[in-house]
Nanobody, 128 residues
Framework: QVQLVESGGGLVQAGGSLRLSCAASGRTFSSYAMGWFRQAPGKEREFVAAISWSGGLTFYAESVEGRFTISRDNAKNTVYLEMNSLKPEDTGVYYC?????????????????????WGQGTQVTVSS
C-alpha cells in the first residue's frame, strides 16, 4: 500500500495561484495512476484531476479544465496540482489518491471509490 501526504494548501485571493504536492512512499509509486479530489463544506467529495502512471494521459473535471494542471515526477514519487485563476468555489479540502487501475475511463478515474489509498488532505481557501 502506498502512503500519501499532501502539502501546499493555503489562503489565496481570487485570481491567484497555488501548487499542491502529494508525496508518496511505500509501494512503487510509478505503478499507480493518481488523482486529486476536493470536498467543500457540506458537499460531497468531487473529482478534480487524474494522471496515468506514466504521466502521458491527464483528465480534468469541466470546472477546472484550462485552469488546473496535474503532473507527476516518478523519480521524486510526487504528483502535483498547479491551480491558476482560482475562484472562491475552488475552496475545499484537496485530497490526492492512488489507484492501480490501468483502465483509464470516467468510471475508473472520476469515481473516488476506485481509489485505494488517500492522503489526509490539505485546505485550500480562495477569498473573493
Amino acid at each position: 500500500q502506498v502512503q500519501l501526504v499532501e502539502s501546499g494548501g493555503g489562503l489565496v485571493q481570487a485570481g491567484g495561484s497555488l501548487r499542491l504536492s502529494c508525496a508518496a512512499s511505500g509501494r512503487t509509486f510509478s505503478s499507480y495512476a493518481m488523482g486529486w479530489f476536493r470536498q467543500a463544506p457540506g458537499k460531497e467529495r468531487e473529482f478534480v484531476a487524474a494522471i496515468s502512471w506514466s504521466g502521458g494521459l491527464t483528465f480534468y473535471a469541466e470546472s477546472v479544465e484550462g485552469r488546473f494542471t496535474i503532473s507527476r515526477d516518478n523519480a521524486k514519487n510526487t504528483v502535483y496540482l498547479e491551480m491558476n485563476s482560482l475562484k472562491p468555489e475552488d475552496t475545499g479540502v484537496y485530497y490526492c489518491a492512488a489507484t492501480e487501475t490501468r483502465k483509464y475511463t470516467r468510471e475508473t478515474l472520476f469515481v473516488d471509490g476506485q481509489y485505494n489509498a488517500w492522503g489526509q488532505g490539505t485546505q485550500v481557501t480562495v477569498s473573493s
